[in-house]
């Protein structure tokens, strides 16, 4: 499985923009870049996917790189609820489609 | 109420004892996903099932066992509990792949401790 790096914390205000990165320098042509969030005491919620193109839903945004090996995940006006574990997961597309979880990056917001 | 529902929540048990965990799933999907998590790390992932007849070991399926006794339902054995398998349990569902890998919905979790 293609790996991902991401910070292991980050820290921002509250209505502030937050920009989370990840890095995929392996990624191949047909891994979907996912991202999850983990609330405390939650299980992983899904926040977005995407292949090539930058994608936007109701809670964010995702930008990619033109070659593919990084993404951001953008969160537009950050509130207390989005405090969380954010993974950045390389999906497969054949295959078992499975989510490899690493450590992610813990997101703290300041009121 | 839940669309993944995982019972019981909290279980406390000794070593060597069978246990099973349980998870049923209302959203219809075919895939049904055991993962476990443990203290500052990620979620590892123990079985997966595409559909009833379809079972897949993941990374770690060493000393659990799985059941799909029906589309909606996915059950997790540790035939003879050690207190290394103490962890945070999470089942998962997902539906099929028509436009690529499709987001997978998680239940609440048992939090498992083996004494």
């Known amino acids: 499985d293609a790996k991902t790096t991401q910070p292991n914390s980050m820290e921002s205000n509250e209505e502030e923009p937050v920009h989370l990165p990840c890095n995929h320098s392996?990624?191949?042509?047909?891994?979907?870049i996912h991202w999850y969030r983990q609330l405390p005491s939650q299980g992983p919620e899904y926040v977005i996917h995407?292949?090539?193109s930058n994608v936007n839903n109701r809670m964010a945004s995702l930008a990619i790189a033109e070659d593919r090996k990084s993404s951001t995940l953008i969160l537009h006006r950050a509130t207390l609820r989005d405090a969380a574990v954010y993974y950045c997961i390389l999906r497969e597309f054949q295959g078992a489609q499975k989510l490899v979880f690493g450590q992610g990056t813990r997101l703290t917001i300041n009121p | 109420d839940a669309d993944v529902t995982q019972t019981p929540r909290n279980r406390i048990t000794k070593t060597g004892k069978r246990i099973m965990l349980e998870c049923s799933q209302t959203?219809?999907?075919?895939?049904m996903y055991w993962y476990r998590q443990d203290p500052g790390l990620g979620l590892r992932l123990i079985y997966y099932?595409?559909?009833?007849?379809?079972?897949n070991k993941g990374e770690i399926s060493d000393g659990y066992s799985v059941s799909r006794q029906a589309q909606a339902k996915f059950s997790l054995s540790l035939e003879s509990a050690i207190p290394n398998q103490t962890a945070l349990y999470f089942c998962?569902?997902?539906?099929?792949?028509?436009?690529?890998?499709?987001?997978?919905?998680f239940g609440d979790g048992t939090r498992l401790s083996i004494l």
């Open positions: 995407g292949l090539t």
């Open positions: 392996t990624i191949s042509g047909t891994d979907y």
């Open positions: 959203k219809g999907h075919d895939r």
């Open positions: 998962a569902t997902s539906g099929g792949q028509e436009a690529g890998p499709q987001p997978q919905h």
């Open positions: 099932s595409f559909d009833v007849k379809d079972i």
